[in-house]
């Protein structure tokens, strides 16, 4: 299927030709019968000489209801723009032709209607004259009367060669579907209708609605009013919705892909029309079928911030069109060029992201967007529109090269002065480097660690300044490892440790450096206690008591109770019922 939104001149016979193609009345509303005007949106298909089908969204001409045709246009790929032959260009025929343009519509026909009441030659070349300098360009035009039906085989014909022309969406893409109609049916609930412009619906997903973020499931799909278990955009679509209540939507939200758009009400632009610093302070945003105010913050000639009245599900080279609804003026089409922008909180710094935003074209690329923001997670740059090819640095971490090379040289700088600051813990705490690194993520620096850093235990340092002791505190150490070597558990008390001069921060270094073990507080032994343990404790009969092992490793109940706990922590000991312990097998080694 394809689709194709029509556009004109208000009583130039677009619903006429609709009609007259469909078989199908696209006029919804009484009033729009009884008028002969329409109001709002309207939706006919038909079969062409191929077999291909093509569903049309009839919108209506008149001025006062634009942003109803924004609304149908804003999601068709093609357009057919309709003039009347005894009428010719007129002020809306060139107001829908803008906003055609400023939405980057590349496909389409020109229509030159009522043949039968004149001579189709001049409107027509007005008419591509008009087209020619827009996105469309060189556009193919079939004359016709809907009247009498001369023509309308030829329009077909070209209907056909517009569809073969139109490009074939990717059926995996992540899925928005713009809202442009909702309603309830007995029985069945909520109904939503949209142009489904890619990926692909089904049964029973799971989609998130915008503005909300609620979870929606669906409960059933139709296509062209038949009942269809899946659909391939591109497609017309009306989605029945579980658990939702018709008042809960509306015309401009929109149906995603969970977790695959950035909603946001800030955004950077690239204008296409009237002067930035000429738009008024306040604007009306279209895209889609959503229609929103946005205030407007000129950044440079044309490129300015958007702060929108309330977020959009939007992603980096959606096309955009700014309307003036004071003067009823399509003011220009927009490129978004980011859905996540800096804050310009500093002096300048207006001006510096001017310089930043003239050098994006609004094709998003992975490369250039690192660039800029040196770190981003996976999920971030796919909801702006970033196609992720590259390996992260970390969990779901991408990074800029050049920027992670001076991460590196700065953490080892950053390491290098703990290390000179404080002697006794030459490796610095993760998320103390962390903070000085201003990385939003531990796992960042735990995967900057590189020669000459090795981390352990929490800290990053030089490798063998890791391990390293300052000289008083070595000295220290080999001082206790001497008493030790004869009553190798009978750790000091805390005032023999300070005749040593071994304090709080000093035991600390010698822990973390492993010349020292900690079981508790200030109960220090030297690194091979334990296996010295499990060889004397194998020797008693088996199990044995806190008792017996106290007596037979010659130390007191402070010593005995945490070095037979961290025994029973590294499997060499199970302690049994009524507080007794064995030596498990293979905990002995020579």
Same mark, same amino acid.
């Given at each position: 299927m394809q689709v194709v939104a029509t556009a004109g001149h208000v009583d130039h016979g677009k619903s006429t030709l609709v009609r007259a193609l469909t078989g199908m009345e696209p006029d919804r509303w009484a009033e729009e019968r009884r008028r002969g005007m329409t109001i709002d949106l309207g939706f006919a298909w038909t079969t062409l000489p191929s077999g291909a089908v093509v569903a049309f969204v009839d919108v209506p001409g008149h001025e006062r209801f634009v942003p109803n045709m924004l609304a149908g246009v804003g999601p068709a $790929?093609?357009?057919l723009l309709v003039v009347a032959a005894d009428e010719g260009w007129m002020p809306q025929s060139a107001e829908h032709l803008a906003a055609l343009h400023a939405l980057g519509v590349r496909h389409g026909l020109l229509v030159v209607t009522r043949t039968d009441l004149a001579d189709p030659a001049g409107a027509t070349a007005r008419a591509r004259d008009e087209i020619a300098a827009t996105s469309l360009g060189e556009v193919e035009t079939v004359a016709v009367s809907a009247r009498t039906g001369a023509g309308l085989p030829e329009l077909r014909a070209a209907l056909d060669r517009l569809a073969a022309r139109l490009p074939v969406p990717e059926p995996t893409a992540p899925v928005r579907l713009w809202v442009d109609r909702a309603f309830t049916i007995r029985g069945s609930g909520t109904v939503l209708t949209g142009t489904l412009g890619a990926g692909t619906l089904r049964g029973g997903d799971e989609l998130e #609605?915008? %503005? *909300? %973020?609620? =979870?929606v499931r669906i409960r059933g799909l139709q296509t062209l009013g038949d009942p269809v278990p899946e659909v391939t955009g591109v497609a017309r679509v009306a989605v029945n919705l579980r658990g939702v209540a018709r008042e809960q939507v509306a015309r401009g939200d929109a149906l995603l892909t969970p977790g695959r758009f950035q909603q946001t009400d800030l955004l950077d632009v690239r204008l296409a029309g009237d002067p930035v610093? !000429?738009?008024p302070a306040e604007v009306t945003l279209h895209v889609g079928s959503a229609a929103v105010t946005a205030r407007v913050r000129p950044l440079? $000639? /044309? *490129?300015? #911030? @958007? =702060? @929108? /009245?309330?977020p959009l599900p939007l992603r980096? %080279?959606? =096309?955009?069109l700014l309307r003036d609804p004071g003067r009823r003026h399509v003011a220009g089409g927009v490129t978004v060029l980011d859905v996540v922008p800096p804050k310009l909180a =500093?002096?300048?710094a207006a001006a510096a992201r001017a310089t930043v935003l003239a050098g994006l074209d609004g094709r998003p690329d992975e490369r250039s967007e690192l660039a800029r923001r040196g770190l981003a997670r996976r999920g971030d740059l796919e909801r702006m529109g970033v196609p992720v090819t590259t390996a992260p640095v970390? %969990? !779901?971490?991408?990074?800029?090269p050049a920027h992670w090379t001076e991460l590196r040289r700065r953490l080892v700088d950053e390491v290098a002065r703990w290390a000179a600051e404080h002697p006794l813990e030459p490796a610095? $705490?993760?998320? *103390? @480097? #962390? #903070? @000085?690194?201003g990385l939003p993520d531990r796992a960042l620096v735990e995967a900057l660690v590189g020669a000459p850093l090795v981390a352990r235990d929490g800290r990053i340092g030089q490798r063998g300044a890791v391990d390293a002791l300052p000289e008083q505190v070595a000295r220290a150490v080999r001082r206790l490892g001497a008493e030790l070597a004869e009553r190798p558990f009978a750790a000091p008390e805390a005032d023999r440790l300070a005749d040593y001069g071994l304090g709080q921060r000093e035991i600390g270094a010698a822990v973390r450096a492993g010349a020292l073990l900690r079981l508790a507080g200030n109960v220090v032994l030297l690194p091979d206690a334990p296996e010295r343990a499990i060889r004397v404790l194998a020797g008693l009969p088996q199990p044995f008591t806190l008792s017996a092992a106290r007596q037979a490793l010659g130390t007191t109940r402070r010593v005995a109770v945490p070095l037979l706990e961290l025994l029973d922590r590294r499997g060499a000991t199970r302690r049994l019922p009524d507080d007794v312990r064995i030596v498990l097998p293979g905990s002995v080694h020579a």
């Amino acid at each position: 299927m394809q689709v194709v939104a029509t556009a004109g001149h208000v009583d130039h016979g677009k619903s006429t030709l609709v009609r007259a193609l469909t078989g199908m009345e696209p006029d919804r509303w009484a009033e729009e019968r009884r008028r002969g005007m329409t109001i709002d949106l309207g939706f006919a298909w038909t079969t062409l000489p191929s077999g291909a089908v093509v569903a049309f969204v009839d919108v209506p001409g008149h001025e006062r209801f634009v942003p109803n045709m924004l609304a149908g246009v804003g999601p068709a $790929p093609a357009a057919l723009l309709v003039v009347a032959a005894d009428e010719g260009w007129m002020p809306q025929s060139a107001e829908h032709l803008a906003a055609l343009h400023a939405l980057g519509v590349r496909h389409g026909l020109l229509v030159v209607t009522r043949t039968d009441l004149a001579d189709p030659a001049g409107a027509t070349a007005r008419a591509r004259d008009e087209i020619a300098a827009t996105s469309l360009g060189e556009v193919e035009t079939v004359a016709v009367s809907a009247r009498t039906g001369a023509g309308l085989p030829e329009l077909r014909a070209a209907l056909d060669r517009l569809a073969a022309r139109l490009p074939v969406p990717e059926p995996t893409a992540p899925v928005r579907l713009w809202v442009d109609r909702a309603f309830t049916i007995r029985g069945s609930g909520t109904v939503l209708t949209g142009t489904l412009g890619a990926g692909t619906l089904r049964g029973g997903d799971e989609l998130e #609605r915008s %503005g *909300t %973020g609620q =979870r929606v499931r669906i409960r059933g799909l139709q296509t062209l009013g038949d009942p269809v278990p899946e659909v391939t955009g591109v497609a017309r679509v009306a989605v029945n919705l579980r658990g939702v209540a018709r008042e809960q939507v509306a015309r401009g939200d929109a149906l995603l892909t969970p977790g695959r758009f950035q909603q946001t009400d800030l955004l950077d632009v690239r204008l296409a029309g009237d002067p930035v610093a !000429e738009l008024p302070a306040e604007v009306t945003l279209h895209v889609g079928s959503a229609a929103v105010t946005a205030r407007v913050r000129p950044l440079g $000639p /044309d *490129t300015a #911030r @958007l =702060r @929108l /009245d309330r977020p959009l599900p939007l992603r980096v %080279g959606d =096309r955009a069109l700014l309307r003036d609804p004071g003067r009823r003026h399509v003011a220009g089409g927009v490129t978004v060029l980011d859905v996540v922008p800096p804050k310009l909180a =500093r002096r300048g710094a207006a001006a510096a992201r001017a310089t930043v935003l003239a050098g994006l074209d609004g094709r998003p690329d992975e490369r250039s967007e690192l660039a800029r923001r040196g770190l981003a997670r996976r999920g971030d740059l796919e909801r702006m529109g970033v196609p992720v090819t590259t390996a992260p640095v970390a %969990g !779901e971490w991408h990074a800029d090269p050049a920027h992670w090379t001076e991460l590196r040289r700065r953490l080892v700088d950053e390491v290098a002065r703990w290390a000179a600051e404080h002697p006794l813990e030459p490796a610095a $705490p993760v998320d *103390t @480097l #962390r #903070r @000085l690194l201003g990385l939003p993520d531990r796992a960042l620096v735990e995967a900057l660690v590189g020669a000459p850093l090795v981390a352990r235990d929490g800290r990053i340092g030089q490798r063998g300044a890791v391990d390293a002791l300052p000289e008083q505190v070595a000295r220290a150490v080999r001082r206790l490892g001497a008493e030790l070597a004869e009553r190798p558990f009978a750790a000091p008390e805390a005032d023999r440790l300070a005749d040593y001069g071994l304090g709080q921060r000093e035991i600390g270094a010698a822990v973390r450096a492993g010349a020292l073990l900690r079981l508790a507080g200030n109960v220090v032994l030297l690194p091979d206690a334990p296996e010295r343990a499990i060889r004397v404790l194998a020797g008693l009969p088996q199990p044995f008591t806190l008792s017996a092992a106290r007596q037979a490793l010659g130390t007191t109940r402070r010593v005995a109770v945490p070095l037979l706990e961290l025994l029973d922590r590294r499997g060499a000991t199970r302690r049994l019922p009524d507080d007794v312990r064995i030596v498990l097998p293979g905990s002995v080694h020579a």
